[in-house]
């Protein structure tokens, strides 16, 4: 009888074992997702302050074309324009590409732990009962 005792608290304490073992790769694994979309939520952020740098470039270039354009002939002012039309494309390009990170990374949710510590949980509720 005292065998058996040690063989249920010796079971009881290992199934105790691997529940924490579980729960802490549970929560690395959280851990890492939030970090891998604060990265991608940084990298967003970091292009839009890109393309708003480029779309002030690009206003100043426009506003001095304007300038060249009225004082001056034609090349010279066709060149900024081109200029500041160039940095337009190039604002627009990085606001889209900016907009879709931070779109698909937010809000930073780790949705794969969550999913994974719901299976979890089915899986032991389900071999408990």
């Not at 991608?40 to 292009?47: D, M, S, T, Y």
């Not at 002939?73 to 039309?85: D, N, Q, T, Y």
């Not at 779109?103 to 949980?121: G, H, M, Q, Y």
């Amino acid at each position: 009888m005292a065998e058996r005792k040690r063989g249920i608290f010796g079971a009881v304490r290992a199934v105790k074992q691997r529940a924490q073992s579980v729960a802490r790769l549970q929560v690395q694994l959280a851990l890492l997702e939030v970090k891998q979309k604060l990265v991608k939520i940084g990298i967003g952020v970091g292009l839009g302050f890109v393309a708003v740098l480029f779309l002030l470039y690009a206003v100043g270039f426009l506003f001095a074309a304007g300038a060249v354009g009225l004082s001056h002939a034609v090349p010279l002012w066709a060149a900024l324009l081109i200029v500041g039309g160039v940095l337009l494309l190039l604002t627009l390009i990085l606001l889209l590409v900016a907009a879709r990170l931070l779109r698909s990374n937010a809000p930073p949710v780790p949705e794969k732990a969550i999913e994974e510590a719901r299976l979890t949980t089915e899986t032991v509720k389900s071999h408990a009962g």
